[in-house]
């Protein structure tokens, strides 16, 4: 029975091997971050969604065979989101809106699940794991309107976050899934365009204080890219 088991794992790791290739590649685009959190605790503010750029990745994949590979690699995101209801009591002032823009450096971690278009150079991928990301930079933009003229005319102040050990959690853990859209140029050469969404599973504040209130980024990338294939065996 043992000797059974054996001939078949090797007969199955050989099966998964005789197609392995390496790619390796870059992408860019663009960041949709969510900020999610409980408004009750928040009355009066109102957080939403950022547009921003860039998403840039540097993905490595390891092919076992026509539906199956790993894929990893590192990823800079652009994350944030935009606050209105804030105001300045100091200076009297009310904002148009403060945007916080939030720099990540990213390492994914994604198991791919490919379906090809019958015998043409085109497939798709299906793409699920997880991944941990620290979070690098951070400042903020105050938007001011001059003479209540909107965005029309206004003015911008940039400042720059400051990190706290006891409130900030600089990283980041979650779980992401996606789509990939890949075209075969040649043996060597593949095209592709990838969607992705990550749901970090750690709020970035801790439990700093009684009233506190979880707050978690939920992010959609889009990308378009090209990976350099080192091996392509033939079936």
């Avoid at 095209?191 to 749901?199: E, M």
Wanted: glycine fraction near 8%; proline fraction near 3%.
């Amino acid at each position: 029975m043992k000797k059974a088991l054996l001939i078949l794992s090797i007969a199955t790791l050989l099966s998964l091997t005789s197609y392995a290739q390496w790619s390796i590649g870059m992408s860019g685009g663009g960041v949709y971050n969510h900020y999610d959190y409980d408004p009750q605790y928040m009355e009066g503010y109102h957080y939403k969604g950022k547009f921003g750029f860039p998403a840039v990745d540097l993905p490595v994949n390891y092919q076992f065979n026509d539906w199956f590979s790993l894929s990893s690699g590192l990823s800079f995101h652009k994350k944030g989101y935009r606050m209105t209801g804030v105001s300045n009591k100091v200076s009297d002032t009310t904002y148009l809106c403060v945007v916080r823009n939030d720099s990540y450096l990213a390492l994914p971690i994604l198991t791919k699940f490919s379906l090809p278009f019958g015998q043409s150079k085109l497939k798709a991928s299906f793409d699920v794991g997880g991944y941990a990301s620290y979070w690098i930079l951070s400042n903020y933009q105050y938007i001011k309107s001059i003479s209540g003229t909107g965005y029309l005319n206004c003015e911008v102040t940039n400042q720059p976050k400051e990190f706290r050990n006891d409130v900030d959690r600089r990283l980041e853990i979650g779980i992401v899934g996606g789509i990939d859209v890949e075209y075969l140029i040649c043996q060597d050469w593949t095209l592709f365009c990838a969607t992705r969404c990550f749901y970090a599973l750690t709020p970035q504040q801790k439990d700093y204080q009684l009233m506190h209130f979880p707050s978690r980024n939920i992010t959609i990338t889009g990308q378009l890219g090209i990976m350099y294939n080192f091996k392509l065996n033939q079936q």
